[in-house]
């Protein structure tokens, strides 16, 4: 498979598109249905290894957590590849769905989620543009600091 004009922006900045992770539950990672695909929430995985976890206002920094959304996000892109063969397919990002396990008294979700968004924008531009929401909840799967589900319009 060739690489996409969105990997190779990617590859310029530094970055490369991972392997998709695989389900950690009973469902599937990636659905298409008419002209949208929609990820299931992706963890900040590397590899296999779930790289932030814990509490963001605690255990985790802001910055990390934002660190955490773009790895999450950067998961979601894979797993869109893998339903569609490149990501050059994708017309518009829809929406981004964020999880943030937050400490007491954290109110800065908006922050750690624009890891996501940022990356979606920078990578796409006007077409990265999203609808999005960004929870504080007191626990996410596997300990897991932030989850990110995306939608695209292909």
């Known amino acids: 498979m060739s690489q996409s004009t969105i990997e190779a922006i990617l590859a310029k900045r530094g970055d490369t ?18 002209n949208l695909v929609m990820t299931s929430g992706q963890l900040p995985v590397l590899g296999k290894e779930l790289v932030f976890t814990g509490k963001v206002g605690s255990e985790v920094t802001k910055e990390d957590g934002y660190n955490a959304a773009r790895i999450c996000c950067l998961n979601a892109l894979a797993q869109i590849k893998h339903c569609l063969g490149s990501l050059d397919e994708v017309r518009r990002v829809v929406r981004v769905e964020g999880f943030v396990q937050s400490a007491p008294g954290f109110h800065d979700q908006a922050h750690v989620l624009n890891g996501a968004s940022e990356l979606l924008v920078d ?5 990265g543009k999203h609808t999005r929401f960004a929870v504080g909840t007191n626990e996410l ?6 989850e990110v589900a995306i939608w695209v319009e292909v």
């Open 17 to 34: 598109l991972p392997s998709p992770p695989a389900a950690v539950g009973f469902y599937v990672p990636v659905l298409r249905t008419g």
């Open 123 to 127: 990578l796409f531009g006007e077409a």
């Open 141 to 146: 799967p596997l300990n897991a600091a932030v």
